[in-house]
């Protein structure tokens, strides 16, 4: 539900930016490409970051910002990357008590297997 919101107000955004970049630059501005082909919105994004007129302006950086999804606009900062765990943690056999691959597997598949459909 989230992202839903996050993708209706890049949209919004988008759709705000048509106008002044026609008034401003004569470039007619592909909402459909923009969202599907990555150098040509780092091109219109160029381009806008370079306006005369500050909604358009306001309306680009925010666009960059969102872009790429909520996780990389949102930080100020890059997020320092998790540390890997150690090799032996990794290697540790599971815990006594614990189901193993092959029985989990089996419970997954039985769900598909009975019941109603």
Do not use: W
């Amino acid at each position: 539900m989230a992202g839903d919101d996050h993708d209706s107000q890049l949209m919004n955004y988008l759709v705000r930016m048509v106008v002044p970049m026609r008034r401003e630059f004569g470039r007619q501005l592909n909402v459909g490409q923009f969202l599907h082909d990555f150098s040509y919105a780092r091109e219109v994004l160029d381009e806008a970051l370079r306006s005369q007129d500050p909604r358009l302006l306001d309306y680009a950086k925010y666009v960059e910002r969102r872009l790429h999804g909520p996780r990389i606009a949102d930080s100020a900062t890059a997020a320092p990357a998790p540390a890997a765990p150690a090799p032996e943690a990794a290697a540790a056999p599971p815990p006594a008590g614990s189901p193993s691959a092959e029985e989990l597997r089996a419970r997954v598949l039985k769900k598909y297997t009975t019941g109603l459909r």
